[in-house]
């Protein structure tokens, strides 16, 4: 069997390990490099070091050098790291799974030209259960499209450094768009003093940080006389970690252009009629 050479970006950050124990355990991929940023403590540490499960790739800072022989970079890191390691993956014919969130709109526009180059699976939760959440809110959007309010509520741990999370900002891009509104216009980033009363069109969001808190999402529908919330709780990492996998052997074969976790899952068509 020909394996899929995989280099992880982030490689000592907590998605990078996970990242880095998933491939090692998956016999169609290998790891071909593992690249974190400059005077990160990682630097030089053996990539599964820290699971007693050395690999043999060395984490090093040097882009070219980890990228060498890759067919496909996992990055997970930080919005400016991220378009860096796109920039030399378009400009290579390397293929790039992008997890990492907080863009603004020149990055998310630089990750769209980049897709013109090369491949790339960009989606800010890579579980297969935030993916399909996202299916069931697009549904109930439509349904509680009249008297219900709706507020978006995400919980992560205390180290996450954006918010709203990259997820909850996507479930409020599928249900503005369900309901033909454009989140920039109605969105609501918490809210503080004489608020006046609630704008039937907005979406709220809440942020929550604490702990260890792996990543909780709710979407409350509050009508009169019921309420609905979505939830969805993630309690490991693993299941981000499978869903990047995932995304870098569906890019394997695949033309140019920029792809999501819902062309992953086949979740565009499936749910279509
Ligand atoms: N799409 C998805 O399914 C998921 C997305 N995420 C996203 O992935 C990203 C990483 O999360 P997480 O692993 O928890 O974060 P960590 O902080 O644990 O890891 C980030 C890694 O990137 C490195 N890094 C920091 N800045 C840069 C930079 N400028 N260039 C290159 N590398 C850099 C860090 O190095 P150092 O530690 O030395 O600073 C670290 O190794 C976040 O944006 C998060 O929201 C997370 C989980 C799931
Ligand atoms: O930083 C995290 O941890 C996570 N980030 C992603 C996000 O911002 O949505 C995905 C997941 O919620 C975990």
């Known amino acids: ?10 490689a000592g950050g907590r998605m990078g390990r996970m990242l880095v124990e998933a491939i090692a355990a998956a016999p169609d991929l290998v790891l071909s490099g593992a690249l974190d940023v400059a005077g990160s403590p990682s630097i030089g540490q053996d990539a599964g070091a820290f699971s007693g499960q050395p690999t043999g790739v060395t984490i090093e800072s040097d882009l070219a050098r980890a990228l060498a022989g890759a067919d496909c970079l996992i990055d997970f890191t930080r919005p400016e ?9 378009a400009a290579n014919g390397v293929k790039i799974v992008i997890g990492t969130t907080g863009f603004d709109d020149a ?20 579980s297969v259960g935030v993916n399909v959440t996202l299916k069931l809110l697009e549904m109930a959007a439509k349904s509680f499209a009249e008297g219900y309010d709706i507020e978006i509520i995400e919980a992560h741990h205390r180290h ?19 309901l033909g509104r454009d989140l920039k216009d109605c969105a609501v980033y918490g809210r503080e003093g004489v608020t006046g009363e609630r704008d039937p069109s907005t979406i709220g969001f809440a942020t929550v940080r604490g702990g260890d808190i792996v990543g909780d999402h709710t979407v409350l529908f509050a009508g009169t006389g019921e309420r609905i919330e979505i939830t969805h709780k993630s309690s490991s990492r ?35 009629g």
């Open 160 to 178: 996450k450094v954006d918010a709203p999370s990259g997820t909850a900002l996507k479930m409020g891009e599928v249900i503005a768009d369900a």
């Open 1 to 10: 069997m020909k394996q899929m050479k995989i280099a992880v970006a982030g």
């Open 238 to 272: 693993v299941t981000y970690a499978h869903g990047a996998l995932r995304g870098a052997r569906f890019i394997a074969d695949r033309a140019n252009g920029l792809y999501d976790m819902q062309d992953v899952l086949g979740l565009k068509t499936a749910l279509k």
């Open 107 to 126: 990055g998310k526009a630089a990750i769209a030209a980049a897709a013109e180059k090369t491949a790339v699976v960009f989606a800010p939760n890579m």
């Open 81 to 89: 790291g991220t378009l860096e390691h796109l920039a030399y993956c």
